[in-house]
Every structure is written in structure tokens, then in C-alpha cells.
């Protein structure tokens, strides 16, 4: 599975900043990794938003740039330019500028104005927000001559829909659109070459939907942990009497209903996660009989073993088909292995095998991993 480095909760948190920037009043710049060389704490597509009063919001290093890049930021604001900034931590005279970052890397940032045009750089992030499938973030940029002009984010590309920032003054805008559309189908982020400019494609998965079936105390730590990573989540559930707002986060969907009416308020795609939970066997029976069928990317069953055998047993046994494919995607019992005892500690446990599993890792210690921690840019 490709790597998607970007992280949906940090543009949400950008989102949020710049809405109550532009309330008050103030202008603002975006800070975006577009390349590292080597080494470095955050990865491409790691984003900041920088407003004129010395806010910011999101992170492109550990620590250490932010303050340097907050400075060029409020430059930028003032100037209305792009700057291209490049930190090459394997030079020692960086730590002079405070930015030893004890990494062994180069990374270049791009800085840039967001105007008030019709279309800007925040103008895309919103797209991508509100996208229901996989689309295609581009930055433009050019390293050999960072005094040529340094277009930025200028497309947003999903089916059926494109949002292009000043694209038509390039002759290579074409060649760059189809690029994009391979992106699309590959799955793989990439870096192409236009006449001396380079485009960071990034390929950017729909936020998590998080199904929980079941509105028991034990759900409650759940969907709080998957609120705070920004993820979408809704609680299904027979039991009027167990749903309120004052129970679950209020980002959550409450759905009330019998098992084959739960699937008709949900919008499944690529990036849904269903984990049931009711201590209910006859509804999560029900129900895992209406969504097999579907094929959903992941399927959590709380409870032991045992448990999942006899309900896919039973389910064969009524004339319901449980496919390799279906076997693939069940995790029961759910979660991964840390010792979880308390529901806060399943709750841990289920969220990071759900993150894990929808960024193609294992959940193994980074301790034992050979190669290195993030996919390369």
C-alpha cells in the first residue's frame, strides 16, 4: 500500500486557524514541505499556517523551524511573494540559526501568501476535506532558481472534479493534469519536472469514517480518541436510550436503528472502518450479514475468537458467502496486542490497528523496523 504522509487532522486544525484569521482580520501564510533530502522529522505535504500576528498551526519539523520559518512567513505576508527556504541540517552552521535538528537531511519549504482571490492555497485544502474519495494535492515549485516565480499549491484533482490556481499560464499545464491522473490510479505520491520546475503530487486518502456498532460505556472512549485524530464518526445502535451527545463527542452521527437500516445513513468508501461492539450476538449477526456483501476495507469484532468463528460459521451456514477478501479485512478480536485491559486501553488499541491498517503498516515496534520510519518522499 503507497504512503499518504499528509495528515488530514492538521489540515482540518489549518482550516480551523485560518477561518478565525480571516474573522479577525488577519493575513496569513502556508508553510509546506515540499521535498527533503535525507532525513528530517516531518515528512513532504507537512503544512503550517502562519498568520501576521506570530500564530501558527500545524508543524513542519519537531520544533526547530518553526520559529526561523515564522519569520520568512511574516515576510511573505508582507511582500505578497512566495519564497522558496531550504534548512540543510547536515550543515553544523545551522544550529547557529537555531535549527540543529539532529536529523541528517535537507528540506525545502514553501512559503506562501493566501490571498483573499476567489481561489488560493486554502481554496484546495478545502477540497480535499470534503473529497469522498482519493485526490491529488499539487505544489509547484522551482529549486534551480529561487528567484523565479514559485507557483505553490495550484491543483486539486479527484473524479470528476478539478480546481485549478493560475495552471493556465503554463505550457506544461496538460502534461501536469495528466500526471495528476496517474497519481490517481497508482495510489503513489510523486515528483515530476515541467521546464525547470518540479511538482510535488500528493496523493491524499478520504478522512477515516469510523462506524462503531454499539453505544456501551466502553464505545464512549472510542469515539473520543478517534475525534481528537479528526476522524469521522458515527454511533449505530438499537438502543434510543444509550444515544446522546452528552455520551459521544458532538462531531459524532447517532444513528438508531435495526441492523439492515444502519447501512442505508452510511457512505462507505475506501477509508471506512466498521468495529462492532454491542455485546449484542444477534444484532452484530444481523448486521455483519448485511455488510459482508460491501466488502469495507476494515471489520473490527470485539470479543474472543471463538465469538468470530461461530458468527462466520453461521453465517455460511444461512447462505451468507465469507470470501478470502472478507477474511482479509476482519480483525477479531480486534485490536492490536499491547495488554489492553480497561476500555480506554481497548480503545487505544483498536484506534492504532485501524490507523495501521489504512497506512499499510504492521503496528510492530519502530525498535525492530530495518528500514526507514517514514515511505520516501
Known sequence: ??????????????????????????????????????????????????????QWTGAISGGCLEGDALRKARMVILQQEPMLVTYDTMDDDDAKFGVGLGCNGIIHILIEPVSDGEINPVTLLKAVISAPRCSVLVTLFNLADRKAAQPGLCLFL?????????????????????DANKVIVTRRPAFTAYQGYTAFLECVKPVISLVILGAGNDAIPLSKMAALLGWNITIADGRPNYMSTERFPPVAKLVVAKPKQVLDSIEINECTAFVLMTHNYNYEFAFLKELLPLHPAYI???????????????????????????????????????????????????????????????????????????CAS
Open 300 to 374: 473490527g469484532l470485539l470479543g474472543p475468537k471463538k465469538k468470530l468463528e461461530r458468527m462466520l460459521g453461521e453465517l455460511e451456514e444461512s447462505g451468507t458467502m465469507v470470501t478470502d477478501r472478507n477474511l482479509e479485512t476482519i480483525h477479531g478480536p480486534v485490536g492490536l496486542d499491547i495488554g489492553s485491559e480497561t476500555s480506554e486501553e481497548i480503545a487505544l488499541s483498536i484506534v492504532a490497528e485501524v490507523k495501521a491498517v489504512f497506512a499499510g503498516r504492521n503496528g510492530h515496534s519502530l525498535k525492530y523496523k530495518s528500514t526507514v520510519i517514514h
Open 1 to 54: 500500500m503507497a504512503c499518504y504522509p499528509i495528515s488530514m487532522k492538521e489540515i482540518m486544525d489549518i482550516l480551523a486557524a485560518y477561518e478565525k484569521a480571516a474573522k479577525d482580520h488577519q493575513k496569513t501564510a502556508l508553510a509546506t514541505v515540499v521535498l527533503v533530502e535525507g532525513s528530517a522529522y516531518r515528512r513532504a505535504g507537512a503544512r503550517m499556517l502562519i498568520t501576521e500576528d506570530g
Open 158 to 178: 479527484t473524479d470528476g472534479q478539478t480546481i485549478e490556481k493560475g495552471l493556465e499560464r503554463w505550457s506544461f499545464k496538460n502534461e501536469l493534469l495528466a
